[in-house]
């Protein structure tokens, strides 16, 4: 699995791994070590892909969560990490409007309840584009090797 990441050029990064943009952790990793890993992958070369719909499900989660805390500054993270997200040049964002992807994402979307997860998943599958995700479920839509967890891609930039 270490060659893995060595023979793609490209990624697809779930949503997950933008929240702390948005100012909200999370238990995979801290915000750090995301952005340091993020970076060495850059820097080999590798292309950092998001479906064009994740800026939008992060602001939501966020948002969601600042609302339940009442939490004002939280809010404006939620502002502030969409707004870096969409007009940063840091992540290479595909249109969720590909006909392929639309008909993947249906078809998906008959056994699996989350939308945002529908077009992701398709995204990768069309695409050809291993996707990052601690979601356990992708692999019910994906082949094995476009899937691969967090601790499994840091692996594979230490080998």
Not at 46 to 56: G, K
Request: charged share 30%.
């Amino acid at each position: 699995m270490h060659d893995k990441l060595s023979s793609t050029r490209s990624v697809i990064l779930d949503t997950t791994y933008m929240l702390p943009v948005f100012g909200i952790d999370i238990g995979v990793d801290s915000a750090s070590s995301i952005q340091g890993t993020l970076s060495r992958l850059a820097e080999r070369g590798t292309t950092l892909c998001i479906s064009d719909l994740s800026p939008f499900e992060a602001f939501i989660k966020a948002y969601r969560i600042a609302e339940k805390l009442k939490d004002e500054r939280g809010k404006e993270e939620a502002k502030l990490g969409l707004l870096f997200v969409v007009r940063g040049d840091w992540l290479s964002r595909i249109d969720h409007k590909d006909h392929e992807i639309i008909e993947e994402a249906f078809k998906i979307r008959q056994k699996h309840n989350d939308p945002f997860d529908c077009f992701i998943f398709a995204t990768a599958k069309v695409q050809g584009i291993p996707l990052i995700t601690e979601d356990r479920v992708a692999r019910e839509f994906l082949d094995d090797k476009l899937v691969m967890t967090w601790a499994v891609l840091k692996k594979s930039l230490k080998a």
